[in-house]
C-alpha cells in the first residue's frame, strides 16, 4: 500500500493498494465533499461587453409576503400547515413539498411571531432523509434551514419538521411565511402556501 498524504493545495491524496489476495481489515476512511456539493453548477452565460445592462427585475410576491406566491414558475410546492393549539402545548409543524423530487438542496427563511410560537427543535423530514440539515433557529421569529445531499430527494413528502412551543395567549394568531426560498440554488421554480397557528381555549371540563 502506498500513501500519498494531500497537499495544502486542493491537490488530493491519494492511497494505492497494490494486487491483493485477500481481504484488508481495519481499513477505515472519512471523506469529505467540497466545492460543487450540489452538482448542479453551470457556468455563466458572459454577455457581449457593449451589451446594455438589464434593469432590476420587479420584488417577487414572495417577498411581500401574500399567502400564496410564485418564483420564477409553478413546477413545484412547499406548503406550511394551518393550525390550532392551546397556551403551552407544542406542535410540530411540517414543510411538505410536491413536485420537487430532482432537489438535492434547500434553502428556507421560516418567518412567525415569536410572542405566539417559540422554536424548539428542527429535524429533518422523511423525504428528506438522505439530505444534510443545517438550522440557525436561534433568531426570535426567524429559522433559517438549509438542507443539501449528493442525491435527489426522490419523493414527495415533508422535508423539515419544526417543533414549536405554543407561549402566545389565546386568540392571538401567526402567520407562517417564506420569505425566501430556494429550490437547487434556484434552479426550480415553486410555488409557497404559507401557514398560520392561532391560540385556542383549553377544554373547559363540565
Known sequence: ???????RSTEPGAIVYGPIIESAE???????????VSGNWRPPICSPASAPLAAPSA?????AGTS???VAGTSGRITLPTLTARPGDFIQVPVQTQGVTEAVSFYLDLRFDP?????RSVD??????????????????????????TSPIGVDGSIAILTFEVVGKVGKKTVLSLPAVTVNEGRIPVTIQEG?????PAHVAR
Open 196 to 200: 398560520s397557528v392561532q391560540v385556542r
Open 59 to 63: 420584488p417577487s410576491s414572495l417577498m
Open 26 to 36: 481495519n481499513q477505515d476512511f472519512f471523506g469529505a465533499l467540497f466545492g460543487d
Open 124 to 149: 429533518p423530514g422523511l423525504a428528506a432523509s438522505g439530505l444534510a440539515l443545517t438550522a440557525n433557529p436561534n433568531d426570535p421569529g426567524r429559522a433559517r434551514l438549509a438542507l443539501y445531499g
Open 115 to 119: 410572542l405566539v410560537i417559540a422554536l
Open 1 to 7: 500500500m502506498t500513501i500519498t498524504p494531500t497537499l
Open 68 to 70: 400564496v406566491a410564485t
